[in-house]
């Protein structure tokens, strides 16, 4: 059973930074499209990031319009973790954070404007609060 556990969510500042981490049990996560979600109360979830292994060590992201050159995801293989780094925080980017998995390697490449409703693997979750 797959099994996604996040970390690392925080209070920060407008222009700050964060690392988020999901660390993976149950199988490899270069076995899966893995990808970042975030959900605000009353708004519909969207996605954040989705990396893929494209070959040994070297892995291909895919970003939302609102991220692409702020948040970097990241795979770690020895630990079996996901991670993202998200720089230059607004205010916007308030949010439940969920890891997510999918054996779907296509559904990385639609993570712009994706609900995530393709992905069977969660995790619970870690908020992120950015403040002004």
């Known amino acids: 059973q797959v099994e996604l556990v996040e970390s690392g969510g925080d209070s920060v500042q407008a222009g700050g930074s964060l690392r988020l981490s999901c660390s993976v049990s149950?199988?490899?996560?270069?076995?899966?499209?893995m990808a970042w979600f975030r959900q605000v109360p009353g708004k519909e979830r969207e996605g954040v990031a989705a990396?893929?292994?494209?070959?040994?060590?070297?892995?291909?992201?895919y970003y939302s319009d609102s991220t692409k050159g702020r948040f970097s995801i990241g795979e770690d293989n020895d630990k079996n973790m996901l991670t993202l780094h998200m720089n230059r925080l607004k205010v916007e980017d308030t949010a439940m954070y969920y890891c997510?998995?999918?054996?779907?390697?296509?559904?990385?490449?639609?993570?712009?404007?994706?609900?995530?409703?393709?992905?069977?693997?969660w995790g619970q979750g870690t908020q992120v609060t950015v403040s002004s």
């Open positions: 149950g199988d490899t996560v270069s076995n899966f499209c």
């Open positions: 997510a998995a999918a054996r779907s390697r296509s559904l990385c490449t639609r993570i712009n404007g994706a609900s995530g409703s393709d992905f069977p693997y």
């Open positions: 990396i893929l292994p494209s070959a040994p060590d070297t892995f291909y992201g």
